[in-house]
């Protein structure tokens, strides 16, 4: 018995699903982490160390859940004049090449690849500081995920991969896998982290967007945790690789650890 060694049978698939969440990387914006470079460096860090996860674990399936603020933008406040280092259009490009090279790095390990995004506030098109230009669409992440849509369709290699936003003028969305729903929203809809969970069960009794989901994915709150949620659903909130924010952590006295959230599910178990 001392010498026994049980040896697993290798198995194609050990997951269902894995969720990797790039979110609220506000590119363009400088703080006390550095600026555009350092938070491009770190991101392209956490696409690598998703791809070796996924290849450990080997899904059937990926999501690479973007839950907004892809850009810092330029209306949200007036210091932004003083601390971006990209103007606007090259916000947008930044935000374009660093989730196509996302793309690239997962596509290859799962059968199907969703890279799915929602609306979100530093996304928002604007006229003025905080006025809106247009409804909830009008937004530089559904921009950026419907570019990326039209490249992949010129490419014969990405046939595994489908770019994916909610429906019109909806803020949020379910993606349907094989065993497992996952929703997404960005988490501007609630003034804490914490109520997102009272805000799915609300949007769950009038059969929103996300009311059949087993997960909710939410960005904004750029710091890690995770909680249950009704039945045994759980709210996910990610952090993020975005240069940090020191008006936050001198009225807080937190600084918020920088990464990128991977989950993955087993049926509906995570």
């Not at 194609?12 to 400088?30: A, I, R, Y």
């Not at 009794?205 to 989901?213: K, L, S, Y």
């Amino acid at each position: 018995i001392e010498n026994f060694t049980y040896i697993p049978p290798r198995k194609d698939f050990l997951t269902v699903l894995s969720v990797g969440q790039p979110t609220d990387e506000q590119l363009g914006k400088t703080d006390y982490n550095g600026g555009t470079d350092q938070t491009v460096e770190r991101a392209m860090n956490s696409y690598a160390a998703a791809a070796e996860y996924i290849k450990e674990y080997r899904p059937r399936e990926v999501l690479l859940a973007h839950t907004g603020d892809p850009i810092e933008n330029v209306c949200n406040t007036s210091s932004q004049r003083d601390t971006n280092d990209l103007d606007l259009p090259h916000q947008l490009l930044a935000a374009y090449k660093l989730d196509l090279a996302g793309i690239k790095m997962v596509s290859p390990h799962a059968q199907r690849v969703v890279s799915a995004y929602v609306p979100s506030n530093h996304g928002r098109w604007r006229v003025g500081p905080k006025a809106d230009g247009g409804d909830a669409h009008a937004d530089f992440g559904i921009v950026t995920a419907k570019q990326i849509a039209h490249t992949l369709e010129e490419f014969k290699g990405f046939k595994n991969v489908e770019i994916m936003w909610p429906e019109h003028l909806m803020e949020s969305m379910t993606v349907h896998f094989s065993t497992v729903n996952i929703g997404l929203v960005h988490g501007h809809q609630a003034g804490a982290p914490d109520k997102m969970g009272d805000w799915w069960a609300k949007q769950s009794h009038g059969r929103m967007p996300t009311w059949d989901a087993d997960a909710l994915f939410v960005g904004h709150w750029h710091s890690y945790r995770a909680y249950q949620s009704g039945d045994a659903r759980h709210v996910f909130v990610g952090p993020t690789n975005e240069p940090g924010s020191s008006w936050y952590a001198n009225l807080k006295g937190e600084r918020s650890t920088a990464g990128m959230l991977a989950v993955s599910f087993i049926g509906k178990k995570w």
